[in-house]
T-cell receptor
Framework: DAGVIQSPRHEVTEMGQEVTLRCKPISGHDYLFWYRQTMMRGLELLIYFNNNVPIDDSGMPEDRFSAKMPNASFSTLKIQPSEPRDSAVYFC????????????FGSGTQLSVL | QKEVEQNSGPLSVPEGAIASLNCTYSDRGSQSFFWYRQYSGKSPELIMSIYSNGDKEDGRFTAQLNKASQYVSLLIRDSQPSDSATYLCAVNPTGGFKTIFGAGTRLFVKA
């Protein structure tokens, strides 16, 4: 398996623009997580899905952030409009849900909002 | 109070020494505990999981859990320069499947 695949690896955009981050989880994994990592706040859980259904979105910072999982092999995290404080590394992770609770992380998307 | 707290470091140890990393958590009902390693510019990877009180050993790594004190630690024996990384403590709080991470401790192993 290729692991969790995220795109793009790097995104540079201007304040006010819409940003869409993409994630393909490991095939067969029932859980998908979106995390954001910054020096100041560490690794923060934004939202997670089980079988394509959002379970907990309490970490989503505000209405500018939205996440979808239209099918088992694809998820998006959208920021509209983007702001400089959204600059961070965004990780997607998946879990098989088989009980060992091991997260497999993608390579992350480095987002810079100018 | 943060849900998972770690000393951010950096922690510096000489090659061959034991590195000791510590973590406390706030949810007393938490059942699952993890240590992830993150190299600079890379994504976190799981190195240890522990679910019951006591010690769990895997090669040079030992995880220790004390639920009464809400304390988790990771010992790295015979530290190598390749162990230099940020170590993230992670906890699954009561009743949920989500994993909450501490801020991480940066470890430097000097050759």
């Amino acid at each position: 398996d290729a692991g969790v695949i995220q795109s793009p690896r790097h995104e540079v955009t201007e304040m006010g623009q819409e940003v869409t981050l993409r994630c393909k989880p490991i095939s067969g994994h029932d859980y998908l997580f979106w995390y954001r990592q910054t020096m100041m706040r560490g690794l923060e859980l934004l939202i997670y899905f089980n079988n394509n259904v959002p379970i907990d979105d309490s970490g989503m910072p505000e209405d500018r952030f939205s996440a979808k999982m239209p099918n088992a092999s694809f998820s998006t995290l959208k920021i509209q409009p983007s702001e400089p404080r959204d600059s961070a590394v965004y990780f997607c992770a998946s879990d098989s849900g088989q009980g060992n609770e091991k997260l497999f992380f993608g390579s992350g998307t480095q987002l810079s909002v100018l | 109070q943060k849900e998972v707290e770690q000393n951010s470091g950096p922690l510096s140890v000489p090659e061959g020494a034991i590195a000791s990393l510590n973590c406390t958590y706030s949810d007393r009902g938490s059942q699952s505990f993890f240590w992830y390693r993150q190299y600079s510019g890379k994504s976190p990877e799981l190195i240890m999981s522990i679910y019951s009180n006591g010690d769990k050993e895997d090669g040079r790594f030992t995880a220790q859990l004390n639920k009464a004190s809400q304390y988790v630690s990771l010992l790295i024996r015979d530290s190598q320069p390749s162990d230099s990384a940020t170590y993230l403590c992670a906890v699954n709080p009561t009743g949920g499947f989500k994993t909450i991470f501490g801020a991480g401790t940066r470890l430097f192993v000097k050759a």
